[in-house]
């Protein structure tokens, strides 16, 4: 898989959240959008727990609750089993170690950490990255799970103002990540083509993944410039990120992302 292109699968709300109604709710729908990006060609979905706002940081003083990780490992194990596909874990907001215990359960490739170092203000709080926390629990599981990290993560700022082609660099050499993800600055948006530029400038080879915002009119110019990416909100019906995944949207963007469609 040279550049993997990842439909999300937003689970609903999970038992711990004030907002939930039942897990075999959760499964019917997580599943249902999972058939979708499957028969659209798509090499595998993220599996993230969306609908659990408002979140936990997911920090050691603010882990997400235990019913999540399982949840998580329970559908990404259902969608890894059911239809074939390679999965990623998502554990919002910020809980790495629960992402990687469900990842190694499930048998998933990666996961996606929104702060793996530096500190970021965010609609949580503070979040302070854990890397090296992380990947000691890594290695006690005796995991390869990639991590896939994100730079300047959507709602979120920096704690203090940095340099980014400098702090990018960092991250690339210092966190232990496998890959970079680039997102806009909320759920949906696209990247900033000049700033996927200058990352790109500084890190290289390093493999650098788009978040967020990816679609058929901008795929021209923003797939051919990265490594990988994972697209939810443009997959689901009219645009709405609370809607089920669209089969015409999904098959759209999968054309678009391929090598006939750059």
Same mark, same amino acid.
């Given at each position: 898989?040279?550049?993997?292109?990842?439909?999300?699968?937003?689970?609903?709300?999970?038992? @711990?959240?004030?907002?939930?109604?039942?897990?075999?709710?959760?499964?019917?729908?997580?599943?249902?959008?999972?058939?979708?990006?499957?028969?659209?060609?798509?090499?595998?979905?993220?599996?993230?727990?969306?609908?659990?706002? =408002?979140?936990?940081?997911?920090?050691?003083?603010?882990?997400?609750?235990?019913?999540?990780?399982?949840?998580?490992?329970?559908?990404?194990?259902?969608?890894?089993?059911?239809?074939?596909?390679?999965?990623?874990?998502?554990?919002?907001?910020?809980?790495?170690?629960?992402? %990687?215990?469900? @990842?190694?359960?499930?048998?998933?490739?990666?996961?996606?950490?929104?702060?793996?170092?530096?500190? $970021?203000?965010?609609?949580?709080?503070?979040?302070?990255?854990?890397?090296?926390? %992380?990947?000691?629990?890594?290695?006690?599981?005796?995991?390869?799970?990639?991590?896939?990290?994100?730079?300047?993560?959507?709602?979120?700022?920096?704690?203090?103002?940095?340099?980014?082609?400098?702090?990018?660099?960092?991250?690339?050499?210092?966190?232990?990540?496998?890959?970079?993800?680039?997102?806009?600055?909320?759920?949906?948006? =696209?990247?900033?083509?000049?700033?996927?530029?200058?990352?790109?400038?500084?890190? /290289?080879?390093?493999?650098?993944?788009?978040?967020?915002? %990816?679609?058929?009119?901008?795929?021209?110019?923003?797939?051919?410039?990265?490594?990988?990416?994972?697209?939810?909100? $443009?997959?689901?019906?009219? /645009?709405?990120?609370?809607?089920?995944?669209?089969?015409?949207?999904?098959?759209?963007?999968?054309?678009?992302?391929?090598?006939? /469609?750059?």
């Amino acid at each position: 898989m040279t550049k993997p292109l990842l439909g999300v699968v937003h689970l609903g709300a999970l038992p @711990a959240s004030a907002n939930h109604d039942s897990m075999a709710a959760v499964i019917k729908a997580a599943l249902a959008d999972a058939k979708v990006f499957a028969r659209a060609g798509f090499d595998g979905v993220v599996v993230e727990n969306f609908g659990d706002v =408002p979140f936990h940081k997911g920090t050691r003083d603010d882990p997400v609750t235990p019913d999540v990780p399982a949840a998580l490992a329970l559908v990404a194990h259902r969608i890894k089993t059911d239809f074939d596909l390679p999965v990623a874990i998502n554990c919002l907001r910020n809980d790495g170690l629960a992402a %990687l215990g469900a @990842a190694s359960v499930a048998g998933a490739r990666w996961i996606r950490v929104n702060v793996l170092a530096s500190a $970021y203000v965010t609609d949580q709080g503070i979040i302070e990255g854990e890397a090296a926390r %992380l990947f000691a629990y890594r290695r006690q599981l005796r995991s390869n799970v990639e991590v896939l990290a994100d730079f300047l993560v959507k709602h979120a700022a920096p704690l203090v103002p940095l340099d980014v082609a400098t702090a990018a660099k960092d991250l690339a050499e210092r966190s232990g990540a496998a890959g970079l993800v680039l997102s806009g600055s909320r759920t949906g948006e =696209p990247v900033d083509v000049a700033l996927l530029d200058t990352v790109r400038a500084a890190v /290289g080879r390093f493999p650098i993944w788009i978040g967020s915002g %990816l679609s058929e009119a901008n795929a021209a110019e923003l797939w051919p410039r990265c490594d990988g990416a994972i697209v939810g909100t $443009y997959c689901k019906r009219g /645009g709405l990120v609370a809607a089920p995944v669209d089969l015409a949207r999904a098959k759209a963007l999968r054309k678009a992302c391929s090598p006939k /469609g750059r």
